[in-house]
């Protein structure tokens, strides 16, 4: 079902709207939550709590496209789960990847940044200037959350060529950060 349609369903309030969300984006929001919350169980919650957001939220919101909304709307959900569960204790998988991160970006993590919506501006252009099966990488290692294991499966290259091109990504990354200006 195209995007346009789904809105549709969910603006005239269609119970046929969280099927097709389901269907559409179901398979992946589980993937992602369960990457962050390590639990079969508070994974789905988190998915039937994404589907109610994004009930709750549309309308008044008419996104466009759809799959990015759907996509922020489930992570943050899950991270959102995540900190509450993890105020005493990590125990994510989802956490190697942020500590992976936490090492380039100023502040230590993005959350200690003063200006995060520039940052974020800053990744995305640089996003934009990597080949695309690096981009691709970067976002389902950081964004979703995906083992280098899984990763390493369905690009059919070994765990060590991933983590080294990872690795070699967020190095560019930092010092693409550092011409912008994010580190003193």
């Known amino acids: 079902m195209e995007d346009r349609e789904l809105i549709r369903l969910l603006l005239v309030r269609s119970e046929q709207a969280v099927t097709a969300l389901a269907q559409r984006f179901g398979n992946r929001l589980f993937h992602t939550a369960y990457n962050i919350l390590n639990s079969r169980e ?5 998915v039937n709590d994404t589907y109610l957001a994004l009930w709750n939220a549309i309308p ?29 204790k990590r125990s994510s998988q989802y956490d190697v990847p942020l500590e992976e991160l936490s090492a380039i970006l100023p502040g230590g993590n993005l ?6 919506r520039a940052l974020g501006q800053a990744i995305d252009r640089f996003l934009d200037k990597l080949p695309r099966q690096s981009r691709i990488l970067f976002l ?3 964004w979703f959350g995906d083992s280098v294991t899984e990763l390493a499966k369905e690009f059919s290259m070994t765990e060590n060529s991933i983590s080294v091109r990872l690795s070699r990504i967020r190095n560019q990354l930092k010092h693409y950060l550092m011409k912008e200006g994010f580190f003193l």
Not at 111 to 116: I, N, R
Request: aromatic residues 6%; without cysteine.
């Open 42 to 46: 508070d994974a789905e919650e988190a």
């Open 60 to 88: 008044p919101a008419q996104p466009d496209p759809l799959e990015g909304f759907v996509h922020r709307t489930g992570r943050n959900i899950a991270l959102k789960k995540l900190r509450y569960q993890s105020a005493q």
């Open 111 to 116: 959350e200690d940044t003063l200006d995060a």
């Open 140 to 142: 389902r290692r950081y």
